[in-house]
């Protein structure tokens, strides 16, 4: 029994970083779809997109859906909403590889969620990790006179509401409720509330250029379709917690790729931040190695 679980870990684990490689790669693809089209639309055209897609694909299975699915596919097509759409207005007034690293902070974030949510009181590892992530979040963000962009405080709401995602997530996992019904509604209703506010805020899309289609694509078969159904079924065989560690690594791809294919440049002040997030990210893992006896793993 230990050694299925262990498989089923390792499987989930290898699964999640695939995951985070993808995410990595969204944020040079949305930065990009960015230049042609509003953020709204953007969204609505991911999600409703993705959603169908899923829908089509497990047609049969989505005939069978229960109540208790819907509500919270609902419940996370709207927590959705309001995370990607901090995260995707906030990356057009900032860069790909500092919203990469920014969007990494959830991962000492949600300790404190499942804290509030499941009555977890985070340990001394998850602390500390916190407050490392507060001080290189000031190395990444805050302007000399000490004030913030508004791109990056938007992504650092993006990280509070996307905490409270994968703490969801993980509850409706242990739930045994289907992560196909889950996925398929969440990203349904996120595309659905995205629309509507493309029609109320954003003018009409009258045109994208190849490379914003492109962006859109790689967005909707696989930043949505594909990682958004790995992410939900893989958690069942992991914790919140260490789900978020391995999803954090998308910022480290994020960054690389983001100097690479757009040639951005990071000032020595930012690296500084960079490697004191990621240090923060690393600890919090700590916390997994000491939670049960004898310093043995959970899986």
């Given amino acids: 029994m230990k050694n299925i679980r262990g498989r089923e870990s390792l499987i989930a684990d290898i699964s999640l970083l695939m995951v985070a490689l993808i995410w990595g790669g969204g944020f040079i693809a949305a930065k990009v779809a960015l230049l042609s089209i509003t953020p709204f639309y953007l969204l609505s055209f991911r999600f409703l997109c993705s959603g169908v ?72 590892y998850a602390v500390l990790a916190g407050f490392l992530t507060l001080i290189g979040i000031g190395f990444l963000s805050l302007r000399q006179n000490i004030s913030i962009s508004f791109g990056d405080s938007l992504t650092l709401l993006f990280t509070v509401v996307y905490s409270f995602q994968i703490v969801l997530i993980g509850i409706y996992g242990r739930k045994g409720i289907n992560p196909i019904h889950l996925t398929t509604i969440q990203l349904l209703s996120a595309g659905v509330f995205t629309f509507m506010g493309a029609l109320m805020f954003e003018p009409p899309v009258h045109a994208v250029d190849n490379k914003g289609i492109m962006g859109v694509l790689y967005l909707v078969i696989f930043n949505t379709t594909i990682a958004f159904l790995v992410q939900n079924i893989a958690q069942k065989y992991t914790s919140d917690t260490h789900a978020s560690i391995i999803l954090s690594l998308e910022s ?48």
Wanted: aromatic share 12%; charged share 15%; net charge positive.
């Fill in 53 to 124: 897609i899923l829908y089509l694909i497990f047609f049969k299975k989505m005939m069978r859906i229960d109540k208790k699915s819907l509500v919270a596919g609902i419940t996370l097509g709207l927590v959705l909403f309001a995370g990607q759409t901090f995260q995707t207005v906030g990356l057009k007034y900032t860069t790909a590889g500092k919203q990469a690293f920014l969007t990494a902070s959830y991962a000492a974030i949600v300790p404190f969620v499942s804290w509030l949510v499941n009555k977890k009181t985070p340990n001394i």
């Fill in 252 to 299: 480290v791809f994020g960054c690389f790729l983001s100097v690479l294919l757009l040639g951005e440049v990071f000032t020595k002040r930012m690296i500084v931040g960079c490697i004191i997030i990621f240090v923060a990210v690393i600890l919090s893992k700590v916390d997994k190695l000491h939670s049960l006896p004898g310093g043995q793993q959970e899986v």
